[in-house]
């Protein structure tokens, strides 16, 4: 597996990665702030079990008697240290507060990971708590150095392009987000004006694909601004289009770039599927006589 | 300049992202950013230091130095837009692959210095945070009279920071006059109205959050350094290099950092209201269209 790289790729909190069979996944990687929410989640929880391990412990003490301290201690140790590794080992890469959040843990190579991955990257997030601070800053005049300040784990963090605390480098790890995609169809034109402007461009007229790009976005996003913002904003394209089209210059800068939408995404689609259709089709802005069918 | 090409991808994040992306920012832009952020931070550091010198002037075996602390925090915080100015200036032009000077970078903060001196020095509180620590009374107990009208005015600039976050961009960026001079150039309070008015409880929540993370980097930052100057040099004592050194050291690394965070919701704000990723689409295809055929 390797990691796509390219030279002049804007920074983003994206990584792409390409599998042998040559199948390019693109993951969002989850950062520290991102990830917060899961940890301070998951503490919650494992605070929860402590709490009900007490008490569980001090209503059950008259059967353990003097073994109740030493289960206890037992089970705080297990819940401290493998909480997580059991968890991300049992569902798939994901604790409850992650799995709340919405992010997973897989292999750098973009696979689930395995068991002993889980295990390690959680044992080893002690040492990205690195430097701790002294209770005594909290007034207590012990020099307990217990408090963790996180300060190791965002320094590597911010030095890869992972998000990768210790923890996940050693164990060949990172944690993504779990993306929910919705596949938006041809947006909708409510102005059934764009269609009749689009029979005013050049039949010839064919947009390039950073064109239809720009205009498709334009177009997506539109009904989101008002309106001084979108002739604010379409004038920037619509004006050298006007005039390329050899159209009138007070024709709406909005409409005419519906008009090139409907144009490149609704109109030839729709001719080229009647096209397909139909063995006797002509197609358009051809002239008759160049047609294969016309009559002779 | 290619003005679809940038420097960080263009599209709608959430706040979470936003942090996460600043350290990849931060840590790419590590050198100008520094460099930027000290030619207004270190003048305002040693202002400050001056002014509120007494405050730390005590013995550390009986006194703590919470007031040099106090007073410190309420400058930095108070003053942290002013001395981001060249940092943002900076990263308003590397934005579009171009190399900025420092000289260039200045240059253009200079350009705008009615609208800096207004907006950032004077309505956000600065200037007035300057005047209350120079003009406190060392002997005067209990604590100073200003320290609570610095309370006041850091309330106050905090306030105004979070409905308003943007003001130090539109000022740079946006180069908005102050007065308007024709019919059609937008002020900057026009433009500042326009751009938050509408997001006010998503930026009011931002801020917060915004507040919360400084503070636990602030406190982590402090931490570490006091951590290494035990490991390091076998002083765990809290002293005065802890005290006025490293605390404020701490203080502008975070409000380094939060300069690029702020950066990136301004870019991230104008996207999700105003289309900013669409506009640039559109100009750099009608700068292609007029320079090629259809």
Same mark, same amino acid.
Request: charged share 15%; proline share 6%; aromatic share 10%.
């Given at each position: 597996?390797?990691?796509?790289?390219?030279?002049?790729?804007?920074?983003?909190?994206?990584?792409?990665?390409?599998?042998?069979?040559?199948?390019?996944?693109?993951?969002?990687?989850?950062?520290?702030?991102?990830?917060?929410?899961?940890?301070?989640? +998951?503490?919650?929880?494992?605070?929860?079990?402590?709490?009900?391990?007490?008490?569980?412990?001090?209503?059950?003490?008259?059967?353990?008697?003097?073994?109740?301290?030493?289960?206890?201690?037992?089970?705080?140790?297990?819940?401290?240290?493998?909480?997580?590794?059991?968890?991300?080992?049992?569902?798939?890469?994901?604790?409850?507060?992650?799995?709340?959040?919405?992010?997973?843990?897989?292999?750098?190579?973009?696979?689930?990971?395995?068991?002993?991955?889980?295990?390690?990257?959680?044992?080893?997030?002690?040492?990205?708590?690195?430097?701790?601070?002294?209770?005594?800053?909290?007034?207590?005049?012990?020099?307990?150095?217990?408090?963790?300040? &996180?300060?190791?784990?965002?320094?590597?963090?911010?030095?890869?392009?992972?998000?990768?605390?210790?923890?996940?480098?050693?164990?060949?790890?990172?944690?993504? !987000?779990?993306?929910?995609?919705?596949?938006?169809?041809?947006?909708?034109?409510?102005?059934?004006?764009?269609?009749?402007?689009?029979? /005013?461009?050049?039949?010839?007229?064919?947009?390039?694909?950073?064109?239809?790009?720009?205009?498709?976005?334009?177009?997506?996003?539109?009904?989101f601004f008002s309106?001084?913002r979108?002739?604010?904003?379409?004038?920037?394209?619509?004006?050298?289009?006007?005039?390329?089209?050899?159209?009138?210059?007070?024709?709406?800068? +909005?409409?005419?770039?519906?008009?090139?939408?409907?144009?490149?995404?609704?109109?030839?689609?729709?001719?080229?599927?009647?096209?397909?259709?139909?063995?006797?089709?002509?197609?358009?802005?051809?002239?008759?006589?160049?047609?294969?069918?016309?009559?002779? | 300049?290619?003005?679809?090409?940038?420097?960080?991808?263009?599209?709608?994040?959430?706040?979470?992202?936003?942090?996460?992306?600043?350290?990849?920012?931060?840590?790419?832009?590590?050198?100008?950013?520094?460099?930027? &952020? =000290?030619?207004?931070?270190?003048?305002?550091?040693?202002?400050?230091?001056?002014?509120?010198?007494?405050?730390?002037?005590?013995? /550390?075996?009986?006194?703590?130095?919470?007031? /040099?602390?106090?007073?410190?925090?309420?400058?930095?915080?108070?003053?942290?837009?002013?001395?981001?100015?060249?940092?943002?200036?900076?990263?308003?032009?590397?934005?579009?692959?171009?190399?900025?000077?420092?000289?260039?970078?200045?240059?253009?903060?200079?350009?705008?210095?009615?609208?800096?001196?207004?907006?950032?020095? !004077?309505?956000?509180?600065?200037?007035? =945070?300057?005047?209350?620590?120079?003009?406190?009374?060392? &002997?005067?107990?209990?604590?100073?009279?200003?320290?609570?009208?610095?309370?006041?005015?850091?309330?106050? =600039?905090?306030?105004?920071?979070?409905?308003?976050?943007?003001?130090?961009?539109?000022?740079?960026?946006?180069?908005?006059?102050?007065?308007?001079?024709?019919?059609?150039?937008?002020?900057?309070?026009?433009?500042?109205?326009s751009l938050h008015?509408v997001n006010?409880?998503d930026?009011?929540?931002?801020?917060?959050?915004?507040?919360?993370?400084?503070?636990?980097?602030?406190?982590?930052?402090?931490?570490?350094?006091?951590?290494?100057?035990?490991? &390091?040099?076998?002083?765990?004592?809290?002293?005065?290099?802890?005290?006025?050194?490293?605390?404020?050291?701490?203080?502008?690394?975070?409000?380094?950092?939060?300069?690029?965070?702020?950066?990136?919701?301004?870019?991230d704000l104008r996207i999700r209201t105003e289309g900013w990723?669409?506009?640039?689409?559109?100009?750099?295809?009608?700068?292609?269209?007029?320079?090629?055929?259809?």
């Open positions: 597996m390797k990691r796509m790289t390219a030279e002049q790729a804007p920074l983003d909190s994206t990584i792409a990665i390409v599998t042998p069979e040559n199948i390019a996944f693109t993951y969002r990687v989850a950062g520290p702030f991102r990830r917060l929410p899961a940890f301070l989640t +998951d503490m919650a929880i494992c605070f929860l079990l402590y709490m009900g391990l007490i008490f569980l412990v001090s209503f059950l003490s008259f059967l353990l008697a003097g073994l109740a301290e030493a289960v206890l201690l037992i089970a705080f140790f297990l819940i401290y240290w493998f909480y997580g590794g059991l968890f991300e080992t049992f569902m798939n890469g994901q604790t409850p507060g992650k799995r709340l959040m919405g992010i997973r843990v897989l292999t750098i190579d973009g696979q689930p990971i395995n068991g002993l991955q889980a295990v390690m990257r959680n044992i080893l997030r002690a040492v990205d708590m690195m430097p701790p601070l002294s209770v005594q800053a909290i007034g207590i005049d012990a020099p307990m150095y217990i408090i963790p300040t &996180f300060t190791l784990g965002l320094v590597v963090m911010m030095a890869t392009q992972r998000f990768q605390r210790l923890g996940d480098i050693v164990c060949g790890t990172m944690v993504v !987000i779990e993306e929910r995609h919705w596949l938006s169809g041809v947006a909708q034109l409510e102005d059934e004006r764009a269609a009749q402007l689009a029979m /005013y461009i050049p039949p010839d007229f064919r947009a390039s694909r950073t064109l239809a790009q720009a205009v498709s976005t334009y177009v997506e996003r539109r009904r309106v001084p979108r002739r604010e904003i379409a004038r920037h394209l619509a004006e050298p289009l006007l005039e390329k089209f050899g159209m009138r210059a007070d024709t709406s800068h +909005d409409l005419l770039l519906c008009a090139v939408y409907y144009r490149t995404f609704i109109a030839d689609r729709v001719n080229e599927e009647e096209r397909s259709a139909s063995p006797f089709a002509v197609t358009p802005g051809m002239p008759l006589a160049a047609s294969p069918m016309a009559p002779r | 300049m290619q003005l679809d090409q940038t420097q960080i991808a263009i599209r709608e994040r959430d706040f979470p992202e936003l942090l996460d992306l600043s350290l990849h920012v931060t840590r790419v832009f590590a050198r100008p950013l520094l460099l930027t &952020f =000290a030619l207004g931070a270190i003048p305002l550091a040693v202002l400050n230091h001056y002014l509120i010198a007494w405050t730390g002037d005590i013995d /550390y075996r009986d006194e703590s130095p919470w007031q /040099y602390l106090v007073w410190m925090s309420l400058l930095v915080f108070v003053e942290a837009p002013l001395a981001s100015l060249f940092t943002t200036a900076y990263l308003g032009e590397a934005m579009f692959h171009e190399r900025p000077t420092i000289r260039g970078v200045a240059a253009s903060v200079a350009k705008v210095w009615p609208g800096i001196m207004w907006c950032v020095l !004077i309505l956000r509180g600065p200037a007035l =945070a300057i005047f209350l620590a120079a003009t406190a009374d060392p &002997f005067e107990e209990p604590p100073s009279v200003n320290l609570v009208f610095m309370f006041l005015l850091a309330f106050g =600039a905090g306030v105004l920071r979070a409905v308003r976050p943007f003001i130090v961009e539109i000022v740079l960026l946006e180069r908005n006059p102050l007065r308007p001079r024709a019919e059609q150039k937008t002020t900057i309070g026009q433009r500042s109205v008015a006010g409880g930026l009011i929540g931002r801020w917060l959050g915004s507040c919360a993370v400084a503070g636990a980097l602030v406190v982590a930052l402090q931490a570490t350094f006091w951590f290494a100057s035990g490991v &390091f040099l076998n002083n765990w004592d809290w002293g005065p290099v802890m005290t006025e050194v490293c605390a404020p050291l701490s203080m502008w690394l975070v409000a380094c950092y939060f300069t690029v965070v702020r950066f990136l919701s301004y870019l990723e669409v506009e640039l689409r559109l100009r750099a295809e009608a700068a292609r269209l007029t320079r090629a055929p259809i």
